[in-house]
């Protein structure tokens, strides 16, 4: 018994003694835990085990990803913030704390991390039914009209892309839909197809198989102007010139330290997720998806943040979806 | 072995704990949204506390309605010695994870509870303890890469330092 | 011709040959360990295999869910601990029979059957895959509400002597499994305040505690008793007692590959919908269901390894995962510069084919690797179990906290480990819990988006289900399970337990 006590206190010493010696010495000294926000095979999940071992190469360290799920990923950005600024934990996650403030889910958004990384951006895209009795945007609007609540809009809850979307049309236009709530994008792409909706204003990387395998029809794009992955496909933003000041927008991937970590160890990982964000599989996949490639880091990355949140809240809470006002948590009016 | 006229040792008080619970489960699922509509987050959950309210209610009425104890006694035959005091080993290893960290708190916990139960064979309880901790470490935190909390046992670094030794030569 | 080419792909090729037998080796181990999951492992050896070809990754992973689906019901046999959800329902019977010293013959039989239940999910992967993946969009929510509730109404077999008590137990695990941030509206529901509950308490958490610490607290009444000695004699099932199974193993498997296609829900609810199944259409068993009935082994078994390949059908023929593993498996393929979806079988024909043929491969590996190695299993239970006991503490705990990297997970574990000791000593099941954690949310989400659909109108959720066939169906299904089991006219009372005087 005592014996084992003092090899434990050796072991616990050298331990000790290395570490210390190795973290002054260099940044990463031990294995960097990776926390990722959104569950194993879905698109944060995808993005980050796609990007994170190119990055590796150029830290020269190992990155433990880990999937660490629920609460509209506010349970990893809690975790995240809860341990020491030292960089060896990131918070790798998407749009979704910007809006935690107005949504009642805690006062923990990204404003108490320093973005790494913003990775890439999606673009929003309308799809339909097959079966649903309209092709453009403006036949959809007049349907919905004439047929008020009977139209089924999939939706991924408050604050989700889809009822971000449908917050945009329905400033312009007048919009009586039903919504129907699944727990992401995937299931409701898959109702989608089987008719439980009809409409499903989703991020053109999830549906965009579900398009080119004619399984459902495209609808309009969310964005200024058309697509390469879809060039017939018309730009909500040009064809309805009311909507262009909301665009670009859509939700995004990026990586995080907490506030206070120091600034070589933010510099280093920023370098290295840029690399990462510059290596072939990941402007591939990227590509492939229709996600638009970002890499922004710094100021920049603050800015985009920094609009993306004002536009958003500000949009959700004057269509009555939100718990608080933007304005309580000094969030400014685009 | 549950027969229908008698009860157990505790039985009486478990279902009336049960039962509380239940109550306050209800009330609870009240409050999530009310009576506000079929569709609220709060429908289901105020259906499922209002069967388990009645349900344990039951279960206390017959329970309570059994005139006889069967020969049961709690601390023999519920919660004997044993249970209790390993039950309080899982709690202590419980609270003292975080602040010790897996490797030494799991160690104690196994050759504590190893001897208490076996009754002496230290270096038995030790070696077995070992054995079973370094596999344990090799499967979760080297193959799954699970990463338990560390504690005073800075294994990450020491695993490091492992690692550049090795690696160093490439 | 082409096809049969793809298929044999991985059995010609030495090293994929090798790559699918480790991975089903791997995979039963990943199984069998409470906490290990083949979700996880997948998602491990995505970043593990990142710079491969897309098919030695492919067959490490088709491995690895073979082995490890099958591999749970190797703990549920030796140590009542299902390994993975999917085994909940083999720990019922096959417990039993290891407590009779038939362990040995217990997982002979098991491994059989999951081999006879994978082929014949694969055939129907292989021959049926666009018809059953059409089949399976035609559910709707109301569909999946009425297949929730058909799976609630197991609550009627799993609730052992009093009926109410397994009512109660159920509707405990339905609340459990509500608990947390609301999915679709991100309310607070039951979290009392406590950020560090909006997570939700992880079913495999609830799992671990209710199967793994409170049999291990319960053995602690007989810590001195010797264990059961096991025999051994015999393995391998003779082939008469494998044709006799073999029409409900056909009916489970079929079971299996249909709630495995079916997005949202997986081997775990097939596993135990087939338990069911068995006993009801088993007239006359040689011993009772939950004392030791081989049926109660049989359907389980197949329909969880059956539900394997009815998880590929959505994922190969429409980019749609059926289950966990396939979601992470369609992430892999992106990673590998695939782009899995509808057109996958079109312009990648050779893929379907590809993973056809290991997942039969692997299958085959599994019922070698399944029938070796049972001898030193089975010593498993032989062990004194003043070792046997702390161990499985430590590794309920480990396993606990692996699912989400989370203390509080522990905590929830050992609570429910305590309360599950309680329960099970005055005469509570607590196979109805873990069956309502599995049902909760698909009941709850498929409730409330049905109900929405209709605009809160229950005469317009009526009227769809009695307009659409495939409702009617599942409609008549739940009716007839619900009076089946409560014969009105032999006084519900006494079915209710609740008789006082005999």
Redesign the interface.
């Known amino acids: 018994m005592k014996k084992t006590f003092v090899k434990f206190a050796a072991v616990a010493a050298l331990g000790t003694a290395l570490g210390t010696a190795v973290f002054a010495q260099d940044y990463p000294g031990k294995e960097i835990q990776g926390i990722i926000q959104w569950g194993a095979g879905g698109s944060t999940d995808t993005v980050m085990r796609t990007v994170t071992p190119h990055a590796e190469e150029v830290l020269g360290g190992k990155v433990v990803m880990k999937n660490m799920t629920g609460g509209v990923g506010a349970i990893a950005t809690k975790f995240v913030y809860a341990q020491n600024p030292d960089g060896y934990t990131l918070l790798m996650g998407a749009e979704n704390p910007l809006l935690y403030k107005v949504m009642g889910l805690g006062d923990i958004d990204y404003s108490e991390f320093t973005p790494i990384n913003i990775l890439a951006r999606g673009v929003p895209i309308l799809v339909a039914n097959n079966d649903a009795p309209f092709d453009t945007f403006d036949e959809m609007v007049e349907y919905i009209q004439a047929h008020p609540n009977e139209v089924k809009f999939g939706s991924t809850g408050p604050g989700g892309l889809p009822s971000v979307v449908t917050s945009m049309i329905a400033s312009k236009t007048e919009l009586p839909v039903t919504q129907v709530p699944y727990d992401g994008d995937g299931p409701a792409l898959t109702a989608l197809q089987g008719g439980a909706v009809d409409v499903m204003p989703a991020v053109l990387g999830a549906a965009i198989e579900a398009i080119r395998g004619g399984r459902i029809k495209a609808i309009t794009l969310i964005d200024n102007k058309p697509t390469e992955v879809l060039p017939d496909l018309p730009a909500l933003g040009e064809t309805h010139p009311e909507y262009a000041d909301y665009f670009p927008w859509g939700p995004f991937f990026g990586v995080f330290v907490k506030n206070g970590t120091p600034d070589d160890v933010v510099a280093k990982l920023t370098e290295a997720y840029a690399e990462g964000a510059k290596s072939e599989d990941f402007v591939k996949l990227m590509a492939d998806r229709g996600y638009i490639v970002e890499s922004l880091s710094g100021q920049e990355a603050q800015d985009f943040l920094t609009k993306w949140q004002s536009l958003t809240t500000w949009l959700l809470h004057d269509a009555g979806e939100t718990k608080a006002s933007p304005e309580e948590f000094g969030i400014p009016k685009p | 072995m549950h027969g229908n006229h008698i009860r157990s040792a505790g039985e009486l008080v478990f279902n009336a704990a049960l039962f509380v619970i239940s109550l306050v489960l209800l009330w609870a699922s009240y409050g999530i949204s009310g009576f506000s509509s079929l569709s609220s987050p709060g429908a289901l959950p105020m259906a499922v506390a209002f069967v388990m309210a009645v349900s344990s209610g039951l279960i206390l009425l017959d329970c309570w309605r059994k005139a006889e104890r069967d020969r049961t006694r709690f601390l023999r035959d519920i919660l004997p010695p044993a249970v209790i005091v390993m039950m309080l080993f899982i709690t202590g290893y419980a609270l003292l994870l975080v602040p010790l960290g897996f490797l030494p708190v799991s160690l104690i916990f196994l050759v504590l509870s190893i001897l208490y139960l076996r009754r002496g064979g230290v270096v038995f309880a030790v070696s077995v303890s070992l054995l079973a901790l370094i596999l344990v470490y090799i499967v979760f935190r080297l193959v799954f890469t699970v990463l338990m909390p560390a504690g005073i046992v800075p294994e990450a670094e020491f695993l490091a330092a492992i690692g550049q030794i090795f690696g160093g030569g490439q | 011709m082409q096809a049969l080419e793809y298929f044999l792909i991985p059995w010609l090729d030495l090293k994929l040959l090798f790559l699918v037998a480790a991975g089903t080796f791997a995979g039963v181990y990943v199984g069998a ?1 409470p906490g ?1 999951s083949v ?6 050896l ?2 593990f295999t ?2 491969w070809d897309v098919y030695p990754a492919l067959c490490l992973m088709v491995g690895i869910f073979m082995g490890g689906v099958y591999g749970g019901s190797r703990t549920a046999i030796l140590l009542n601990i299902p390994g993975a959800p999917s085994a909940i329902a083999t720990a019922m019977d096959g417990y039993p029979l290891a407590q009779k010293g038939l362990a040995g013959e217990a997982i002979g039989l098991s491994t059989v059957m999951s081999f006879v239940g994978g082929l014949i999910g694969i055939v129907v992967l292989a021959i049926a895959a666009p018809t059953v993946s059409e089949f399976a ?5 109301r569909d999946y509400m009425l297949l929730a509730v058909l799976g609630i109404l197991l609550v009627g077999s799993l609730s052992g ?2 009926l ?2 397994g ?2 137990a159920g ?2 695990g ?2 459990i499994g ?1 608990v ?11 979290t ?1 305040g406590f ?1 560090g509950l ?3 308490i992880s079913f495999i958490a609830v799992m671990i505690g209710m199967f793994g ?1 409170s049999e ?2 319960m053995q ?2 007989h ?1 001195d008793k010797a264990a059961v000695k096991q025999k051994i004699s015999r393995i391998v099932p003779n082939w008469s007692s494998i044709r006799r199974y073999l029409p409900l193993s056909l009916q489970t498997s079929s079971i299996g590959v249909l709630i495995g296609a079916l ?2 829900t997986g081997g775990d609810i097939a596993a135990l919908m087939a338990y069911d199944h068995a006993k009801r259409v088993t007239r006359d068993p040689e011993v009772p269901f939950g004392q030791g009935a081989k049926e109660g082994l049989v359907a389980p078994e197949t329909a969880n390894n059956a539900a394997v390949g009815g998880a590929f059908i959505p994922m190969l023929t ?4 059926g289950d ?1 593993v396939t ?5 892999a393929l ?2 590998h ?1 695939l ?6 079988m079109i312009e990648q024909p050779q893929m379907f084919w590809f993973i056809t043929g290991a997942l039969v491969l692997a299958n085959i590996f599994m019922l070698i690797f399944g029938l070796t190695g049972i001898r030193i299993f089975t010593k498993i239970v032989e062990m ?4 046997l ?3 499985i ?3 309920s ?2 396993g606990a ?2 699912v ?4 509080s997970d ?2 929830w574990m ?1 609570g429910f ?2 309360l599950g ?2 329960m099970k ?3 509570y099941q607590l196979g109805p819990v873990i069956l309502g954690v599995i049902l909760s949310r698909l ?3 498929n ?3 049905a ?3 209709e ?2 109108s ?1 005469a317009g959720l009526f009227k769809g289900m009695l307009t659409s066939p495939l409702s009617l169906v599942l409609l008549a299904a739940v009716v007839l399970i619900f009076v089946s089991q409560t014969p009105l006219w032999r006084g519900v009372r006494g079915k ?7």
């Open positions: 360990i290990l979700t996880m492992a997948v998602s491990i995505i970043g990142f710079t969009l035609v559910f709707q929510p002597e009093s109410v008590k009512i109660f509707s405990v339905l609340l509500t947390g941030l609301d999915p679709l509206t991100a309310e607070e529901r039951f009392f950020t909006w997570g939700g610490v291990a607290l602690l009444h810590v997005p949202g429409l980019g749609i995962p966990a979601a992470i498996m369609i992430g992106y990673i510069g782009n899995p979806g509808p057109m996958l004194p179990r003043a070792v006991i702390p161990l503490l430590l590794l705990i480990v906290y692996a989400n990297n989370s203390i522990v905590y050992l480990g305590v000791y309680f000593s005055y005469g009941l709850d989400e409730w409330r988006r109900i929405i659909s605009q809160d229950i209710l337990g609740l008789e006082s005087k005999p």
